[in-house]
């Protein structure tokens, strides 16, 4: 029997959107009037409630803290011209957090909790989400361990938890990268493909050193030989020799993207010749050397697309060429022009909300 669960929704007395400055924000640090929270206990799933934004009230043995038993998720609201909202693909990204609530020992959500959840929640601070080009509501869904006890066990309580922050398009200047050599990202049988908090603390510190030696980002390769692109720092990675796009395919190691999967099938509607296969550094660097690479950029959420300039590998140094025909800048004007709902929506992939 699937049970049922009821959205109770208690509302702020008086909204801060007037006095927010839509102009001047920093990814991440404003949060909407409400919050979605929600508890699992006893074997399911209780009590899913709006409410205002907040601290949260945890003990110091909470299980997330010392076990790093957490996951998350990353997604967008656009608004169109008509002030209608939407989401991209929202189902894809409750699919891929019960795959990764799986595999971090946690309970799956139901879609009447993760997607109509999420809906309402964006339902109620509609007008956080701005009408104009690369403006958006990002929607930060995630849960954590909950149980009090230092026991090195799988939690046996969770809180679901949806907090939303307004967000501008962020261009972060030229992205040259460091492609790595010895420090991994995700192993083979590991967690790389579920979205764990624990992944980016681990690529926090050999960032930090990519970014000593005037780097911005870090391109993965594999844990076992590091000959292969794998992700470029937290988004997936594209490159293209001539005229032909090559992504990784995914794997245990590689996080399944929305955006790569978004990007791959624009890429076939524009007749752009694109292939999922292990890209080797070797045929990298020879097609830098013969001046055939033409891009390589990272896609995801948050940026959509980002163009990668410059990278090194080793002794290697390689500056990419400016180019009139940006793949990448295609791909992004496409995309950006589904989820505003200025172009048709062949593929399904808006919801309204
Ligand atoms: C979230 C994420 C991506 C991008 O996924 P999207 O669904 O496109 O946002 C890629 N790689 C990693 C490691 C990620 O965490």
């Known amino acids: ?38 508890t699992w206990r006893d074997g399911k ?43 991209f693909r929202p189902e894809d990204n409750w699919k891929r957090f019960n795959e990764s609530a799986k595999r971090l020992a946690m309970p799956e959500l ?46 046996t309580e969770y809180k679901f938890m949806v907090i ?26 590991g967690v790389g493909y579920a979205k764990a908090a624990g992944n980016y603390a681990a690529s926090f510190y050999p960032n930090n050193l990519a970014m000593e030696e005037g780097f911005q980002q870090i391109i993965w390769t594999d844990a076992a030989t590091h000959e ?41 509607d524009l007749n752009i010749d694109v292939e999922e296969k292990r890209i080797s550094i070797d045929e990298v660097n020879d097609a830098a050397r013969k001046g055939t690479l033409k891009e390589i950029f990272g896609s995801g959420t948050a940026a959509v697309v980002v163009p990668i300039q410059g990278y090194k590998h080793l002794e290697f140094v390689h500056e990419l060429p400016k180019i009139d025909d940006s793949y990448a800048l295609r791909f992004k004007k496409e995309l950006n022009d589904i989820q505003y709902n200025r172009v048709e929506d062949k593929h399904g992939w808006r919801v309204k909300i």
């Open 1 to 38: 029997m699937t049970q049922t669960h009821q959205i109770v929704v208690d509302k702020v007395r008086k909204s801060k959107v007037d006095s927010t400055d839509f102009e001047n924000l920093t990814f991440g640090k404003t949060y909407t009037d409400h919050m979605l929270e929600c």
């Open 228 to 268: 292969y692109l794998e992700e470029a720092g937290t988004m997936n990675i594209f490159v293209r020799i001539g005229d032909k796009l090559f992504t990784a395919p995914h794997n245990d190691r590689i996080l399944n993207g929305v955006t790569r999967r978004s990007i791959i099938q624009i890429a076939k």
């Open 45 to 87: 799933w209780h009590d899913v409630n709006i409410k205002p934004y907040g601290p949260i009230q945890v003990e110091p043995s909470c299980k997330v803290f010392h076990y790093g038993q957490a996951i998350f998720e990353g997604m967008k609201a656009f608004k169109d011209e008509n002030e209608d909202v939407f989401l």
């Open 164 to 189: 939303m922050s307004p967000a501008r398009a962020y261009y972060r200047g030229e992205v040259r990268v460091v492609i790595a050599t010895s420090f991994s990202r995700a192993a083979n049988g």
């Open 110 to 155: 139901p879609e009447d909790v993760f997607i109509a959840g999420l809906k309402k929640l964006v339902e109620i601070d509609k007008d956080w989400v701005r009408k104009g080009d690369g403006l958006s509501l990002y929607l930060r869904p995630f849960m954590i361990a909950s149980e009090n006890g230092v026991a090195a066990a799988p939690s």
